[in-house]
């Protein structure tokens, strides 16, 4: 009898250690995936045989249970991040695991250029599709509300950048990124205003960097641009800048700005009305908002375009002009 016991014994022993070593083996090998790569999208709260059937559901051809048991047996099942992940062709269950436990999302990234408005903004998030699109038929308004900011304009309020993002996250979260993201810039950028500068707080800083966003051809006239806006809110003189007709047109602008528009009155036409205009006209960057509060050392009033980028800043009107004929008519 305990011959027996001992061959059963050692039985189980071999057949124990057959065990571990095909598992060791099985979880160095490639899953099968229905496509490669496989998205998975784990929801928070999700219990580890939730996680395992999740990645089955996804298109891994692989036994829920066997994964399930993987999970426990590493020590890692509490570990697991809910997230979006993208699978890729080759992946392991020992990599899949790490992938899930280290929270290795499967990122990408949506650019908001300086100088877009924010019709431009909502276009290109709306255009991102690995983004879900939370404020999807919500007005502006109501979008300003939801982030948070009820009554506030949009106009200029998101800050340009590149942000990354979970396959599947909101467009709603992404906004909330950049609206912070200007409100840090603009106040480190109020911070460090000159005592030449004719704006009178980060709002209205914020507003003239939009103006000069629009601007500027060139970086390096930046500040130029903005000295010339800045002394003309000094004395009271209309600022006169095209992009902010432009803006107050809307969608009537059909890319050529007459001189209709340029007296059709509205909040956001300089040439008829005082002062900076209500809201800000785009997004402006880091050096926009810079420029605006610390404009150059410059008694300019006017500029114009050269042609090749570049402005030519003059303080006198005959200057302009004479500035105009060279650079605009060729004379």
Known sequence: MRRFFTTVLLALLVLAAAGTGWAWWWVGQPLALRSAP????????????????????????????LLFWWFRLSGQARQIKAGSYELEAGITPRRLLDKLAR??????????????????????????????????????????????????????????????????????????????????RLAQAWEQRAPR??????????VLASIVEKETGRGSDRPL?????????????????????????????????????????????????????????????????LAAVQPAESKALYFV??????SQFSETLDAHNRAVNQYQRRQ
Do not use: C
Not at 305 to 310: H, K, M, T, V
């Open 225 to 289: 641009v903005s000295a010339v806006f800045n002394n003309r809110l000094r004395i009271g003189m209309p600022l006169q800048t095209d992009p902010t007709v432009i803006y107050g047109l809307g969608a009537r602008f059909d890319g050529n700005l007459r001189k209709a528009d340029l007296l059709a009155d509205t909040p956001w036409n300089t040439y008829t009305r005082n002062g900076l205009p209500p809201t800000p006209i785009a997004m402006p960057g880091r050096a926009s908002l």
């Open 103 to 184: 929270g290795e999302e499967s990122l990408r990234a949506v650019t908001l250029v300086e100088g877009w408005t924010f019709r431009q903004v909502r276009a290109a998030l709306a255009r991102e599709e690995g983004l879900k699109g939370d404020t999807r038929g919500l007005d502006d308004a109501a979008l300003m509300a939801l982030l948070g900011r009820p009554g506030q304009h949009p106009e200029g309020r998101f800050f340009p950048d590149t942000y990354t993002y979970a396959k599947g996250s909101s467009d709603t979260a992404l906004l909330r990124r950049a609206l912070r993201a200007m409100d840090k």
């Open 38 to 65: 496989v998205d998975l999208s784990i929801e928070p709260g999700t219990l580890p045989r939730g996680v395992a059937q999740a990645v089955a559901d996804a298109g891994v051809d692989t036994s829920p249970e």
């Open 305 to 310: 375009a050269r042609g090749d980028g570049s």
């Open 197 to 206: 500068a004719s704006v009178k707080s980060a709002e209205e800083a914020l």
